[in-house]
């Protein structure tokens, strides 16, 4: 078993060279060998290997006998996985993720939201009222607002019914924390309660033509907040 300095130091790792991979540090002279993370990194050749092989099962690095490691084409990243997309979306210099992510959950959030409509119970409606409560409550803390709005879409996830939906959890509050943190930047204010209300009492109505709906439009701003955003930083 690892210690807990040891599992550290291999995250540590991790989240450097992962950063590294997506900005594209390595694509000119090709990963570092073994034996150059431990003298670059000033890491132990366990923590490197570890740190290699988690990038390695995350899609990003390939080892061939004869052809050492290298940095695999973004078509085989594993873009589900939160530290994947985490890393793609701390990226400056393009909101390209950010509308890719968004699209994604254009297909999926809606559907998930008119599930929750057939399908909550008692204790997914609180849940998700809870979030909305949460991001009434803490307009003016930004940081609590936030969580309270990624609280409100994974409680409409889970309340689908559809484990896959739920499955995706991760993904979603990694991405959500990042994506909507930025489309609250660029509209100036924290999102809108009216539009994610509308959202809730479509599913305690057992609507679910409304809040397939209603959560659609909350996407479609966003989309459109991202389209109209050009970072100082775009290339």
Not at 37 to 47: E, H, N, P, W, Y
Not at 109 to 123: D, F, G
Not at 202 to 207: Q, R, T
Request: hydrophobic share 45%.
């Amino acid at each position: 078993m690892r210690t807990q300095r040891g599992a550290s130091l291999t995250y540590g790792l991790l989240e450097t060279l992962g950063q590294s991979i997506v900005i594209g540090d390595f694509d000119r002279n090709g990963f570092p060998t073994e034996a150059e993370l431990c003298i670059r990194f000033g890491a132990s050749r366990t923590v490197a290997r570890e740190a290699v092989k988690m990038l390695t099962a995350k899609g990003l690095l390939s080892a061939r006998p004869r052809q050492g490691t290298k940095v695999e084409p973004i078509a085989h990243w594993n873009l589900l996985d939160p530290d994947v997309t985490r890393w793609l979306m701390e990226r400056q210099y393009s909101n390209k993720i950010y509308r890719e992510f968004t699209e994604v959950r254009l297909a999926i959030e809606p559907v998930a939201a008119a599930l929750a409509a057939q399908r909550a119970n008692k204790a997914d409606i609180r849940a998700i009222r809870d979030g909305l409560n949460g991001m009434r409550n803490e307009l003016h803390d930004h940081d609590a607002a936030l969580a309270a709005d990624i609280d409100f879409h994974v409680a409409i996830l889970k309340a689908s019914g559809n484990p896959f939906f739920l499955q995706l959890r991760a993904l979603i509050n990694t991405a959500l924390r990042i994506s909507i943190g930025l489309t609250n930047k660029i509209a100036g204010h924290t999102a809108s309660i009216p539009a994610h209300e509308a959202v809730l009492v479509a599913i305690e109505a057992g609507d679910a033509v409304g809040a397939e709906k209603a959560m659609r439009a909350i996407l479609l701003e966003s989309l459109e907040l991202l389209a109209s955003f050009q970072p100082e930083t775009a290339h």
